[in-house]
C-alpha cells in the first residue's frame, strides 16, 4: 500500500522560510517522479513542483521559482520541499504525490499528473 506522509508545515511570517518533508512507503521509490501540489484555501489545486526519479531534474511553478527548491533523498525514501521568501500567498496546504510513469517531467505540471497523496500538512504565512 502506497503511503506519503507530509510534515514540517506550520506559521511562518512572511519573508520566512519552512522546510516541507514526506515520507513514502509501500512502493518502490526511486521508480518515480514525486510532485508537491498545493490547495489554498477555497481554491483549486495547484501543481508547485515536480523532482525526477534520480533527483538530477526539477520543475518549478512559476510562481515558486527562485523561492522552493524540491529535492529528494532516495536511500531515505523522502522527498523534501525548502520554501523560502514565503508570502501570504502561499498559504496552503501541501501534498506530496506520486507521478504518473512514463510521463515527462516537463508535462507533469498538473494535479491531474499525480496519482497517489498524502493528507497534507498545512502551510501558513501570516504576521
Known amino acids: 500500500e502506497v503511503q506519503l506522509v507530509e510534515s514540517g508545515g506550520g506559521l511562518v511570517q512572511p519573508g520566512g522560510s519552512l522546510t516541507l518533508s514526506c515520507a513514502a512507503s509501500?512502493?518502490?521509490?526511486?521508480?518515480?517522479?514525486m510532485g508537491w501540489i498545493r490547495q489554498p484555501p477555497e481554491k483549486a489545486m495547484e501543481w508547485v513542483a515536480a523532482?525526477?526519479?534520480?533527483?538530477?531534474?526539477?520543475n518549478y511553478a512559476e510562481f515558486v521559482k527562485g523561492r522552493f527548491t524540491i529535492s529528494r533523498n532516495n536511500a531515505k525514501n523522502t522527498v523534501y520541499l525548502q520554501m523560502s521568501s514565503l508570502k501570504p500567498q502561499d498559504t496552503a496546504v501541501y501534498y506530496c504525490?506520486?507521478?504518473?510513469?512514463?510521463?515527462?517531467?516537463?508535462?507533469?505540471?498538473?494535479?491531474?499528473?499525480?496519482?497517489?497523496w498524502g493528507q497534507g500538512t498545512q502551510v501558513t504565512v501570516s504576521s
Open positions: 504525490a506520486t507521478g504518473l510513469r512514463g510521463r515527462n517531467i516537463w508535462s507533469m505540471t498538473s494535479p491531474s499528473e499525480y496519482n497517489s
Open positions: 509501500g512502493f518502490t521509490f526511486d521508480d518515480y517522479t
Open positions: 523532482i525526477s526519479r534520480s533527483g538530477a531534474t526539477t
